[in-house]
């Protein structure tokens, strides 16, 4: 889980192509102003809320603080 991204968001960026973290986690800096500009109503939220780098630990098997807070229960 990235920090975030919630069913709406996933949503969206289904639409705009983006279904792995892997995707996620290889945008150059101009991937991300284009992905922030261009999510309806979450302006600003890639960066805000660093989900490359989320999406890199994710990606590569580890796990992020939010992740392990919904695995708990603790979010959503």
Do not use: C
């Amino acid at each position: 889980m990235i920090k975030g991204v919630g069913p709406k968001l996933e949503a969206l960026l289904n639409r705009l192509g983006f279904y792995h973290f892997d995707q996620i986690s290889n945008w150059t800096a101009a991937e991300v102003a284009w992905v922030d500009q261009n999510l309806e109503g979450f302006k600003g939220r890639v960066s805000r809320d660093n989900w490359v780098e989320q999406a890199r630990i994710l990606s590569e098997g580890g796990e992020t603080e939010f992740a392990n807070r919904v695995k708990k229960g603790d979010v959503y």
